[in-house]
């Protein structure tokens, strides 16, 4: 061009470099194009005007449906559009590619954009195209990526999970090698996550200022993405920050806001390894796992600040266990329910009584709110403060229940809330066990040969509910060896177990274990709540759906954990029962307490046998006296027996039943149609050895039978011996 000759016109230039002019309006719905771009899209080569249908059929439908997200990108970011479209013809044939770069607008009468740009024919794809194709099947695989990235990162529940989630995903046709996620506390920036680095690596970007000269500070301060193509770009837009991301030999970094409800909480880098050019794809993905990874950091934070606030209730409520007790050992766990504001109200104690004596106690009251953990702490130390006064067991739980009713019953009793409790007073001395239970699961007993027995006691109605309730008490002895486990309903239940599955569960774990006290706790625990699942980023795992409060009492006893009696046999496993006459159900739980403790005999026909000789025993006195029946069973090692299974030398099992009548049971022959009469001839014909001895008071029926060998399948004894 010669000097002082015109400028060519704009659109003869762009026309020159085979480049349209086209102009969007999405208020009116029309798409203006200029010769050349009407050529470009296949119609003739002269300026038209278009409907979005009508120029929407010249695009690849595919390609169409992009468009509305990138320009939405642009507008947020500030940044131009740009996008690469197929064009098609009459017969859906791709007859060319073209490349779309516009400035979009909003228009402030009508809320929408409006669009002025360019259009270019393209031949090959972008220098990231190994990476980024343009493809419909790369845009498949982009949904799904992010449909599977934004339900991994929905089911992530705490900080550390999501970031364990974000480092994991592999976004398609380019994936970041490091990672870290800032955020902002004041005027200064933090570190909450990284991956990809070095431990340490972190700490020059910790409490840095965010007027720093950093890119995360600016996103930070400014809400508005920052993508670096190269290390040239970095060097020359932060000089300042650059050394500090030298060392890492990264080729491009994208720092993106993590934004919360219009409120910016912090920044996530991602960096490559190579050159990234950025495309409107690549922006667009990585634009919406920052969205959804702000949403799971902010639902993850929230949580944790929920949890932080439930656990420091309810833990500030709870004791700590008194000093150690001469010849026993006491271990306690609390288990805190799942997440959210759900504060429970178990809750344990352990109380020091004079002479020596202390108490346990443990319940659970109704509900999982502030309320129940208010109600927790009130009634805990109104039951210490009752048993501190020298009150028996039963006194302590009737007071305590009249203190629950009178702080919940409203005017219109729809506050009236109740609580399981089971109270035990402990004399270290003799291993004397004094309970009360009100509504509350029994305790079990774990003997000192590892058999675990449920010990049914006598029990009242749950506190709170009737203001004049009785609590009757039961006396048990815990022997040398033996341990003793109280517990709430949160560790039978929980994982879908009713009572009768979840306690067959917790006396497996306590059958098997063979370690101290915090190590039977602990392996209870853990058993029966266990960790979250990390190790995959399906729907993670929390089986807290109650809390769990566990107490265990341990009596220590000699080196062979068994107690010697008279006549050189050894207890191995004992258990006692009463049995009232006004309580006639429990000779069925007397059968069930036989049957526990004889639940590895050798013989099975032996254990029928014994169970149906208590029935028998139990019976007679309920009938024939006035009196209460007490059943103590125990199993012995017997060293003049003969072996039985398992290598065990002789065990024999010995039941006796003590009553304060006077008249001696005698045998008699009754006749075919007789309805009683024939317990003393059962226990003659089943019995090894029986008896009847007479006491001070009253009198005590006893049976013995020795341990037989386990006869094999189809084995009949020999008639003749």
Not at 342 to 371: C, E, N
């Amino acid at each position: 061009m010669r000097t002082g000759e015109p400028l060519p016109a704009v659109g003869d230039v762009l026309a020159a470099l085979a480049t349209g002019l086209w102009r969007y309006d999405a208020a009116a719905g029309l798409v203006t194009l200029d010769a050349e771009a009407a050529r470009l899209v296949g119609l003739p080569a002269q300026a038209t005007t278009l409907t979005q249908a009508g120029i929407r059929a010249r695009f690849h439908p595919v390609d169409w449906n992009e468009v509305d997200g990138v320009v939405q990108l642009a507008l947020a970011e500030g940044t131009i559009a740009e996008v690469r479209m197929r064009i098609m013809d009459g017969h859906g044939r791709v007859v060319r590619t073209v490349r779309s770069r516009s400035k979009p607008s909003i228009d402030p009468r009508t809320g929408k954009y409006e669009l002025v740009g360019t259009l270019q024919e393209v031949t090959d794809p972008s220098p990231n195209a190994a990476r980024s194709p343009i493809t419909g099947d790369w845009r498949r695989s982009r949904e799904a990526f992010l449909l599977d990235a934004g339900r991994a990162l929905a089911e992530a529940r705490s900080t550390q999970e999501v970031l364990r989630v974000a480092a994991g995903l592999a976004m398609p046709g380019f994936s970041p090698d490091g990672l870290a996620v800032f955020g902002a506390e004041g005027d200064r920036l933090t570190v909450v996550g990284h991956h990809g680095h070095e431990p340490g690596d972190e700490e020059p970007f910790t409490e840095m200022s965010l007027g720093t000269d950093y890119p995360a500070a600016e996103v930070v301060r400014t809400g508005r993405a920052v993508y670096l193509s190269s290390p040239e770009e970095y060097r020359a837009r932060y000089p300042a920050s650059w050394p500090l991301a030298a060392p890492f030999g990264r080729q491009s970094w994208a720092y993106l806001p993590l934004t919360v409800a219009g409120r910016t909480m912090g920044a996530w880098m991602a960096a490559f390894k190579y050159p990234v050019t950025f495309t409107p794809d690549e922006r667009s993905v990585l634009t919406t796992v920052a969205r959804m990874l702000a949403q799971a950091l902010s639902r993850a934070g929230a949580a944790e600040t929920e949890r932080e606030l439930t656990d420091g209730l309810q833990r500030s409520m709870l004791p700590t266990l008194g000093p150690e007790i001469p010849g026993m050992a006491v271990a306690a766990r609390y288990i805190p329910t799942g997440g959210g504001l759900q504060v429970g109200g178990d809750w344990y104690d352990m109380i020091q009584l004079p002479g020596g004596r202390f108490a346990l106690t443990i319940g659970d009251v109704q509900g999982h709110d502030v309320r129940a953990a208010g109600l927790m702490g009130q009634l805990r130390i109104a039951l210490h403060a009752y048993a501190s006064e020298g009150h028996r067991p039963d006194a302590v739980l009737s007071r305590a229940s009249r203190f629950l009713y009178g702080m919940t019953y409203g005017e219109d009793g729809a506050d009236l809330r109740f609580a399981t409790c089971l109270y035990v007073e402990v004399d270290p001395a003799t291993g004397t066990l004094e309970i009360a239970r009100a509504g509350h699961p029994d305790p079990a007993i774990r003997t000192a040969d590892g058999t675990v027995l449920m010990r049914p006691t006598a029990g009242g109605l749950p506190l709170g509910i009737d203001p004049d309730a009785d609590y009757p008490t039961t006396r048990l002895v815990l022997e040398p060896g033996e341990t003793m486990l109280i517990c709430t309903d949160g560790l039978i239940e929980t994982g879908g177990h009713d009572l009768d599955t979840g306690w067959r569960r917790i006396r497996r774990i306590l059958e098997e274990h063979d370690g101290d006290t915090e190590e039977l706790a602990e392996a209870l625990v853990q058993a029966v709540h266990g960790p979250s699942s990390h190790h995959a980023t399906g729907p993670l795992t929390d089986r807290r759906e109650d809390d769990i409060a566990v107490l265990l009492l341990c009596r220590a006893g000699d080196g062979n954990r068994c107690t010697t009696v008279p006549g050189g046999r050894h207890v191995v496993r004992r258990t006692m029962l009463t049995v009232k006459q006004a309580e006639p159900e429990r000779v069925a739980v007397a059968r069930q307490q036989v049957r526990e403790l004889l639940h590895d005999w050798s013989c099975e026909d032996q254990v029928n046998s014994a169970v149906l000789l208590v029935s028998e025993v139990l019976t007679n006195v309920l009938v024939h006296t006035d009196t209460d029946a007490l059943l103590v069973a125990e199993v012995f090692s017997d060293p003049d027996g003969l072996d039985s299974v398992d290598g065990r030398r002789g065990r024999l099992v010995r039941v006796e039943v003590t009553d304060g009548g006077d008249d001696l049971p005698h045998k008699r022959d009754p006749g075919e149609l007789a309805s009683s009469g024939r317990g003393l001839v059962l226990i003659e014909l089943l019995a090894d050895a029986w008896g009847v001895d007479p006491r001070g008071e009253g009198k005590s029926t006893w049976f013995e039978l020795h341990e037989e060998p386990k006869k094999e399948y189809g084995e009949a004894e020999d008639p003749l011996l």
